[in-house]
């Protein structure tokens, strides 16, 4: 129940906390711990009305309680990045690190460019542009993660022993369908049916494995052009609408690629929906 949780954070605040000991401490103190007591209580009930019940005071919980989810959120992320990266080849390490260390370079001769005009960048230009910035990062890690996984999986699983299997499944079908009914039988039979869609399964998925491997890789390269485009800015000063136009289009346009990604999550383990993005790029303050 809303109320009641917002009640309850009332009462364990440490102010409150606070005020109740020292209101019963006082009473027993005063020696009149009969009086004292029931005023402690009914004025504890009346602030915890007040302020459960209060519009400004539950915004402050709700504020709370969702910067602490997204902080648990964005550790996770950082740690499942931090992971991810680790298990990639070195050739693809390098790959990842290379374009990080150009967007690092470009922001850095932006900042100089800036300080040698005079001119301080944008706040709100840099915010955006540093969002953008790690959610390409973020879902290039993703892409380069999803072709290893991809390469692991080719590796391990060919088409003509899926095949194979199913063949052999068919045929074993074949032969229990032909026997005398009985529950035997017919248990085994739907054991061989469920057998032969599983398979037929694995091939769809093997399919759909091998035509989305080359789009991982087109994916790649476009995303390294999108990425240093938009790291490219930071040499020029950008207005808000621009950049925020910018950062929208890049969204819209890796929306088919994060499909893409959340199909494949039986090979890669990965989910592209409903995430925190991890703060790849470090932040920076921007003094006026």
């Known amino acids: ?56 005071f539950q915004q402050y919980v709700d504020v709370t309680e969702n910067e602490a989810v997204r902080s648990q959120d964005a550790a996770a992320s950082d740690e499942r990045m931090r992971k991810m990266f680790a298990a990639l080849p070195r050739g693809l390490q390098n790959r990842f690190t290379e374009l990080l260390k150009q967007c690092h370079e470009l922001r850095a001769i932006g900042q100089g460019f800036h300080a040698a005009s005079s001119t301080a960048e944008d706040g709100t230009v840099a915010e955006l542009r540093s969002n953008g ?102 040499i020029s000063q950008g207005d808000p609408g621009t950049i925020s136009s910018q950062v929208d289009s890049v969204a819209g346009s890796v929306a088919e690629t994060e499909k893409t990604l959340e199909d494949l999550k039986f090979v890669t383990g990965l989910s592209s929906f409903d995430e925190t993005v991890p703060e790849i790029l470090p932040r920076q303050k921007v003094t006026q």
């Open 133 to 234: 910035l790690d959610k390409l990062l973020w879902l290039y890690l993703k892409l380069l993660y999803t072709e290893y996984s991809l390469n692991r999986f080719f590796e391990t699983t060919s088409l003509e022993q899926i095949q194979h299997g199913l063949k052999q499944v068919q045929e074993r079908l074949k032969q229990e369908q032909q026997k005398p009914e009985g529950s035997q039988r017919d248990r085994i039979i739907a054991t061989l049916q469920d057998n032969v869609v599983t398979c037929e399964q694995r091939v769809a998925n093997f399919g759909q494995a091998r035509d989305s491997y080359e789009l991982v890789r087109a994916e790649q390269q476009r995303l390294e052009t999108r990425i240093r485009s938009l790291a490219e800015m930071s």
């Open 1 to 56: 129940m809303q109320l009641f949780r917002y009640i309850r954070k009332a009462f364990v605040n440490h102010w409150n906390l606070l005020g109740v000991v020292g209101g019963i401490g006082f009473s027993v103190l005063s020696g009149r711990p009969e009086i004292g007591l029931p005023l402690v209580a009914a004025a504890e009930v009346a602030w915890l009305g007040f302020v459960g019940t209060h519009p400004r």
